[in-house]
């Protein structure tokens, strides 16, 4: 199974500012996304990094908030833009391919104060 | 017993008990679902997965149950060690490409000594 890297693993950043989280797989792979994760809450999905093309948001996310990179098949970054207490969450970045399980980084953990 | 925490339902059990952890799922049309365990600081682990078409699956010490009529699953842990101690997600998907996996709101198990 992919090994996911996540960096950095936690950062506390001042409201207004900006941060970019960088996520890197060991190996190729198709499709990665991005989650977030409330403390105490389940997981929601933010986006699908599309290697070559403009993530796919979900409802709720917008790219002006959350730009997304993915220059290849093996990385990809997530940046929390303009940023509010409302943000400081659990950002997490996965990876995986059409039938096999998808699998997880560590998680970034963000405080905005 | 079973309880509802402040923010997740929490399933208590002693060293050496099986454990059985439920989720109901929302969408009828989902084909694919797949457990994780969360524990503190890291991100999602990959436990067991099951397709449709498929009532039982067993992995090591783990099986998964998927009734299609009531839109249930239900994740059996045998001689639940302290190490088990995480919360647990169900998440269900429409395939086993898992564009969309929709994650459930967790259970937290505990496992005393």
């Known amino acids: 199974s992919a090994v996911i890297s996540q960096k950095p693993s936690r950062d506390i950043c001042q409201r207004g500012t900006s941060l970019t989280i960088q996520c890197q797989v060991d190996?190729?792979?198709?499709?990665m996304f991005w989650y977030r994760q409330q403390p105490g809450q389940s997981l929601t999905l933010i986006a699908t990094a599309n290697q070559g093309s403009e993530a796919t948001y979900e409802s709720g996310f917008v790219i002006d908030k959350f730009p997304i990179s993915r220059p290849n098949l093996t990385f990809s970054t997530l940046t929390v833009s303009n940023m509010s207490p409302e943000d400081s969450s659990i950002y997490l970045c996965?990876?995986?391919?059409?039938?096999?399980?998808?699998?997880f980084g560590n998680g970034t953990r963000l405080t905005v104060t | 017993g079973e309880s509802v925490g402040l923010h997740l339902p929490t399933l208590s059990v002693q060293e050496g008990d099986n454990s059985i952890i439920n989720c109901a799922y929302s969408?009828?049309?989902?084909?694919?679902f797949i457990w994780y365990k969360q524990e503190s600081g890291k991100g999602p682990q990959f436990i067991i997965d099951i397709r449709s078409n498929m009532d039982k699956r067993q992995g090591q010490r783990v099986t998964v149950l998927l009734n299609k009529t009531v839109k249930h699953l239900s994740l059996q842990i045998a001689a639940t060690q302290p190490g088990d101690s995480a919360v647990y997600f169900c998440?269900?998907?429409?395939?086993?490409?898992?564009?969309?996996?929709?994650f459930g709101k967790g259970t937290m198990l505990l496992v005393s000594p």
């Open positions: 998440a269900e998907g429409p395939n086993s490409g898992y564009s969309t996996l929709t």
């Open positions: 969408n009828s049309a989902s084909d694919y």
């Open positions: 996965s990876a995986g391919e059409s039938g096999s399980p998808l699998h």
């Open positions: 190996s190729q792979v198709t499709m």
